[in-house]
């Protein structure tokens, strides 16, 4: 199945579909697939109404406000749905450790609210947007995105005797969206003084278009249960700086409290039920359930597996960005 023929005349829901993922996965749908309807689901009615004036003649786009922590609210705005990109969360390390219990009522409760509506609905399809952070957490916003992984992989057991299917896609640091380093060195760009935390720092680097396309090719080939990791480059921290402000001096004001030094999308333990693929790779469920072979072939190609030592670190990563990549994605978005 191509991916014109997946999301042709479906409904599709994006949870925080005003965000930075949101409004790129929707403008992209709605600009070169043939939906029969896409609704945004989110809290933030003004945000909501700037979207909506990038679409004044979008008869297909609908807003509905709502909080993944209202399993109720959830269950009306599913009605006649067969699609849903999860991508609400609270993802701000230090509110998150500031606000614990808010953290976990969104990245975990709203997960389980989101499984349970969807099942009870009979949505089609689920796909879940994680984070490296949720690989070997430190700070509370990667354990909630760690446990809600673990949610949307075991929902399939749950699900066998319905329709409803869910899987996880991971990725690394987005170019451009809210949050991102890179508005941060630009402002201080101005004082001639960029501060980061250690030299050493590594991260995964991708583009809201890359992110989106990935969501949307898992989505076609999706089985249940996958978690599905794309494979992007690093970059360090040092070359972010040289990209954003080679003229500027570095201040090394020490590692934040949440922070590592270079972020894991694939840990060592889980080695033993990853397959390697061309552009990504797939950790295999524990278990699997309803006669789902993940050996199958994803869009035409067989995953190999890896060694069982295999870890996907962004300081062992095969592909790197130079500055003068860096520079590309940063000042030449679309």
């Not at 509506?117 to 354990?143: E, H």
Request: neutral net charge; glycine residues 6%.
């Amino acid at each position: 199945m191509k991916n014109e023929d997946l999301l042709h005349n479906a409904t599709i829901l994006v949870t925080g579909g005003t965000g930075s993922f949101g409004q790129k996965f929707v403008k992209k749908v709605l600009d070169q697939y043939t939906p029969k309807k896409v609704i945004v689901f989110s809290r933030d009615e003004l945000k909501q109404f700037e979207m909506a004036q990038q679409f004044p003649d979008e008869k297909r786009l609908r807003f509905f406000l709502g909080d993944v922590r209202d399993e109720t609210r959830l269950k009306r705005a599913f009605d006649g749905v067969d699609i849903v990109i999860h991508a609400a969360a609270l993802k701000q390390v230090p509110s998150s450790e500031y606000n614990p219990i808010e953290c976990i009522k969104t990245n975990v409760h709203g997960a389980e609210n989101i499984i349970n509506a969807a099942i009870d609905c009979g949505i089609q399809k689920v796909v879940a947007l994680s984070t490296d952070k949720a690989v070997n957490p430190i700070n509370l916003y990667g354990a909630t995105k760690l446990c809600s992984d673990k949610l949307f992989v075991a929902a399939n057991n749950y699900s066998m005797t319905k329709s409803t299917r869910f899987s996880v896609v991971r990725y690394g640091n987005v170019i451009g969206s809210r949050g991102s380093v890179i508005p941060f060195f630009m402002e201080r760009k101005k004082t001639g003084v960029i501060p980061i935390t250690d030299e050493r720092m590594t991260r995964f680097w991708i583009t809201l278009e890359q992110g989106v396309e990935f969501v949307i090719n898992c989505l076609q080939f999706m089985q249940g249960g996958e978690v599905f990791i794309s494979k992007i480059p690093s970059m360090r921290i040092t070359d972010l700086v040289n990209a954003v402000a080679p003229e500027c001096q570095t201040e090394i004001v020490g590692i934040r409290p949440g922070e590592k030094l270079h972020e894991i999308m694939v840990p060592q333990d889980e080695g033993r039920n990853t397959l390697e693929f061309k552009d990504f790779f797939l950790i295999k469920p524990g278990a699997s359930w309803g006669g789902i072979s993940y050996d199958s072939p994803y869009n035409k190609e067989i995953g190999q597996p890896v060694d069982h030592n295999f870890y996907y670190a962004s300081d062992n990563n095969k592909h790197w960005m130079t500055v003068e990549e860096l520079k590309q994605c940063i000042f030449h978005q679309d």
